[in-house]
């Protein structure tokens, strides 16, 4: 039928869907990622309703 391999997919819950994309990725071919915001600070804004506060990496609130 030239099929080789069958993929069981839930249209309901995406059960299987991480067998075929497994499947998929591994022959792609592989890159070396450089991020481009390498070096910089890392900063998240939280706000709540009270207050804002700003957190970096070294975690001080």
């Not at 069981?8 to 991480?18: H, K």
């Not at 591994?26 to 957190?55: H, V």
């Amino acid at each position: 039928m030239g099929i080789d391999k069958y993929y069981t997919i839930s249209s309901a819950t995406g059960s299987g869907t991480g067998e075929i994309l497994d499947d998929i990725v591994r022959d792609f071919p592989t890159t070396d990622y450089k991020d481009p915001f390498e070096g910089l600070p890392k900063i998240t804004i939280a706000r709540s309703s009270k207050r804002r506060e700003i957190y970096n990496d070294q975690c001080i609130a």
